[in-house]
């Protein structure tokens, strides 16, 4: 595992990513929403989903404008699926999200977890 502090809040990183019922695992996407201070006290970090089903959209989920920019190979949706992994299960880092892309998906997670700022 590569040391976690070189990764950032927008990342796109590989990991193991274990099916909701625990049945099994895939190498996937996600997107790290953690803030550096939160990675750096804690062993997990808090991803979004990211699959490459754009048919359907979600409440929650974003398409993503620069897909290609966050290292994806296909159009991509951040999902309203959130997370907690152990920062162990990172493989890799595959790029970043863009800025725009960034603000929408925050945006999507205030509207989901109806947050106040």
Not at 90 to 97: E, L
């Amino acid at each position: 595992m590569q040391n976690t502090t070189a990764y950032s809040r927008g990342d796109v990183v590989l990991v193991d990513f274990v099916f909701a019922e625990e049945t099994g695992s895939k190498r996937r996407p996600v997107l790290l929403l953690s803030s550096e201070r939160y990675m750096q006290g804690r062993q997990e970090v808090v991803v979004s989903a990211i699959t490459s089903n754009t048919r359907r959209i979600l409440v929650g989920d974003y398409l993503m404008a620069d897909w290609e920019e966050a290292g994806l190979i296909y159009p991509s949706v951040a999902t309203g699926i959130l997370r907690t992994i152990k920062q162990s299960m990172i493989d890799r880092k595959m790029g970043a999200v863009s800025i725009r892309d960034l603000v929408e998906i925050e945006s999507n997670l205030e509207q989901i977890l109806e947050l106040n700022r």
